[in-house]
């Protein structure tokens, strides 16, 4: 997960630094435009886990799930 952050922080306070007054103007906007997404990719995520698409290697994940078979670290990637 710390390479998860190390890797999107930066480019979030970039864009909040660029565009955080237009983001809180039009929240509810914004908001559904990032949920939406969020939830097809990870409901896609989980039907691949499911169906043993892929698989995650369970020495680099927390144990965590979020449901059934989605562990946190990839709740946390969307």
Same mark, same amino acid.
């Given at each position: 997960?710390?390479?998860?952050? #190390? @890797?999107? =922080?930066? *480019?979030? /306070? =970039?864009? @909040?630094? #660029?565009? /955080?007054? %237009? ?6 906007? $914004? ?5 939406? &997404? ?5 409901t $896609? ?7 043993? $698409? @892929?698989?995650?290697? &369970?020495?680099? *994940?927390?144990?965590i %799930?979020? %449901?059934?078979?989605?562990?946190? +670290? +990839? #709740? =946390?990637? %969307?």
């Amino acid at each position: 997960m710390s390479c998860i952050a #190390g @890797w999107a =922080f930066p *480019i979030v /306070g =970039f864009l @909040w630094i #660029g565009a /955080g007054n %237009y983001i809180v103007k039009r929240s509810p906007f $914004v908001v559904l435009a990032i949920l939406l &997404p969020t939830f097809y990719l990870a409901t $896609v995520d989980l039907a691949a886990l499911r169906a043993g $698409v @892929w698989t995650i290697n &369970p020495r680099s *994940i927390t144990g965590i %799930y979020i %449901y059934d078979k989605f562990p946190l +670290e +990839e #709740g =946390f990637f %969307y």
